[in-house]
């Protein structure tokens, strides 16, 4: 698949997956996964998913307009596909989180300073070490600890690379405007196993006091019957994303973004007119709260 879209003239990078086994386990035998993740920019998006669909490899969704295209991938971040025969899924990534999330990594900076690992004596373009770790810390936060595996990717990526610039990931973290997310994974992958970080980085990460709100997010992702939703979640605002906003003004952009942003269920099942596309942004947060609202009620008649 990457020789296919370098062939095309389209830049890519292997992301996660199986070359995150390689960077951290040494061996594909030693880790699942269950698709091929793959980064690529904005600007290739379209010739890439010609590329797969000539291919006979069909997105999760239906098609979109021209315009309501361009609003997908201006606000969220990947397309997914599938072969003929259902056995492969393929992640195509322009963004490494949707617009919404306070996260903000730069795209070209990983490019620019890509790595390659090998398999079967193939070389593979993929994310820097000291990039993925960042990417690591970022995506099992956003994605609230779902799966454990994530702890173990962090321990094992760290054990294995021993030459971390601690202090350059520092600074990453802050330019990204993920460093409660980096500090917080830290934190938590070092009490639970034991995971070599320098002291100094511990002894910061404990001064934000986020070690409990992620230890409880990860004990909500392992429990078999989840909690009833609060009102902000019934919003899709999730209050352990708001607790790891490095500032005021990313919670705030957080919250507007999450409300205004149509979802690419509301561009499938509402159409609008092209010339009226702007409406979308209105009719999803009026859709949201109302929803929130027919919640609420109903919970108060009920008790």
């Known amino acids: 698949m990457l020789d296919l879209l370098e062939n095309h003239g389209i830049s890519a990078l292997a992301y996660k997956g199986p070359s995150l086994t390689l960077q951290a386990y040494n061996s594909l035998e030693h880790r699942q996964f269950g698709d091929l993740d793959i980064l690529i920019s904005t600007k290739h998006v379209k010739l890439a998913c010609d590329l797969l669909g000539q291919r006979h490899y069909h997105r999760t969704i239906p098609p979109l307009t021209a315009t ?3 609003d997908f991938i201006r606000t969220d971040h990947e397309h997914e596909f599938i072969s003929p025969d259902q056995l492969i899924h393929i992640d195509l990534h322009w963004s490494l989180s949707t617009r ?6 730069e795209i070209n900076g990983l490019f620019n ?8 004596n193939k070389p593979i373009n993929t994310i820097g070490s000291q990039d993925m770790l960042l990417l690591l810390c970022m995506h099992a936060n956003k994605d609230l600890w779902r799966k ?3 702890i173990c990717d962090i321990d094992r990526f760290i054990r294995k690379h021993d030459m971390i610039d601690w202090a350059l990931l520092a600074q990453q973290a802050r330019e990204s405007r993920c460093e409660k997310a980096l500090y917080t994974a830290l934190l938590m992958t070092h009490e639970i196993l034991k995971t070599p970080v320098p002291g100094d980085i511990l002894t910061l990460a404990r001064s934000k006091k986020l070690i409990k709100h992620g230890a409880r997010a ?3 992702s392992m429990e078999e019957v989840k909690p009833v939703k609060t009102y902000l979640q019934c919003l899709a605002i999730e209050p ?3 607790a790891l906003c490095d500032t005021w003004s990313e919670r705030y952009y957080f919250i507007v973004r999450t409300l205004v942003t149509p979802t690419e269920c509301e561009m499938m099942n509402i159409r ?4 009226l596309h702007f409406i979308y942004y209105i009719i999803t947060p009026i859709r949201k709260i109302f929803f929130c609202s027919a919640r609420f009620f109903k919970r108060l008649i009920l008790n």
Not at 100 to 105: D, E, K, S, V
Not at 113 to 120: G, H, K, L
Not at 272 to 275: H, S, Y
């Open 240 to 242: 352990y994303i708001l």
């Open 113 to 120: 300073r890509a790595q390659t690992c090998f398999w079967n």
């Open 100 to 105: 919404r999330f306070p996260f903000h990594i």
């Open 272 to 275: 609008i007119p092209r010339r």
């Open 68 to 70: 309501k295209e361009a």
């Open 218 to 220: 990860l004990q909500l």
């Open 148 to 150: 454990l595996v994530w």
